[in-house]
């Protein structure tokens, strides 16, 4: 079925340095073979070595780039088959000529997230490895990358494993005890599976736990800045956007009339909604009435309310406190550099301590205490546990969801004293589920699914 050799642009279409073109199947060197001429024939070349060399026209010999060629032989290469990356001038003309020509040799474009499927079908990575993949393309902050790279490593899979094998210990000791159906040796499997089931439960309860940072830390807290007139919000905005590596990213093609622009505060990403409406129109009190501010507060996790702290507290802004009551909000009291006027005591009767953050953004003061607050709040205080396994993706958690219920199941099953053939079905259906992560047990049309979410030549 695999038998097909594919070849794709890896690289971003359009100018740049270079372009590489991907070529992998079992036919791969032979095919490229006489389109390359180099000081050795490609066929002869080792694996693992790189070639300078032109990209010839198989009929006439005339060249069409110059190129260098990368052979890796299977299985050790990214997709498990042999591989050949032809590194070349990176326009859309060179690309196309060389493109062109492989393509005539029965080569045939690949399909979004073809290699990195074939690197599933090989047994190189599995689902929530490739899976990863994608994520480490889209990861929008630092962090989110590190938990993306550390789950390509297969951090979650080895969770999935050991929670896998403990069903495996559960269903042959059932297995083996499913043929004395004495009374004494029903209760006591009746027992382990109590016992087990609870173990892998907590297991499973454990990775459910860090899925809500893990989605925090792959999406960014969705975060609206709203204050008064002139107490330093776009000085806020500005100041997260040049301190904070911030990738400006306008995703067209959304559906929601949005803006979305993501910045880090050290290593918590926040989706900032809107900011473009709201630094437009600047003052969202002035204009609360302007749908789009008001939808950015509808819509965010997190409100940021600034504060002059050289100023009164303003009739707006106490009737924007008594609003955000109950939502994640965090006073920003600005200007600390100059006198403060505010009444404590005030904000104190609408926020915790916690969350009320002195700074100075004209003395680049108090961005750390922000960033305190936000995992305070997110967190619990302890983003910085050091273990980078989060589950983030919806697929993951919901059949962890799943799994835990079957041996809720099984559990429930347990104490009811229900024969253990029936008990057993439960605990396969949990395998099964937890396998379906690492697409163990996954339907094609999943698989293609998922694949189709990869862009070209990955
Ligand atoms: P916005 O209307 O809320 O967006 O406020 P701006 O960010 O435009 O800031 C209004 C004015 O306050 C500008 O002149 C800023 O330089 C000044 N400003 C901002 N932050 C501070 C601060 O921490 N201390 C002082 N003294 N001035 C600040
Ligand atoms: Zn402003």
Known sequence: MLSDTIAAVSTALGEGGIAIIRVSGPQAITQVTPLFRSRISLADAESHTVHYGHIISPVDGEKMEEVLVTVMKGPRSF???????????GGIISVRRVMDLLLQQEIRLAEPGEFTKRAFLGGRIDLSQAEAVIDLIRSKSDRAFSVALKQVSGSLSEQIHILRHSLIEMLAHIEVNIDYPEHDVESVTAEFIKDKSTEVMEGINKLLKTSNEGKILREGITTAIIGRPNVGKSSLLNALARDNKAIVTDIPGTTRDVIEEYVTINNIPLKLLDTAGIRDTMDVVEK????????????ADLILLVLNSNDELHADELALMEQFKGRQCICLMNKMDLPSKVDKETLLSFFEESSIV???????????????????????GKLESGDLTYVSNVRHIALLKKAYRSLMDAYEAAELHVPID???IDVRL???QLGEIIGDTAADSLLDQIFSQFCLGK
Not at 288 to 299: L, M, N, P, Y
Request: charged residues 30%; aromatic residues 6%; proline residues 2%.
């Open 79 to 89: 997709t498990t088959e042999d591989v050949v990356e032809i590194s070349a001038h």
């Open 288 to 299: 609360i009435g302007v749908e789009r501010s008001r939808a950015a507060v509808v819509d």
């Open 358 to 380: 002195p700074m100075s953004i004209l003395e680049e003061k108090g961005l750390d205490k922000l960033e305190e607050a936000i995992s305070t709040l997110f967190f619990g």
């Open 422 to 424: 029936l008990i057993q």
């Open 430 to 432: 949990a395998w099964e």
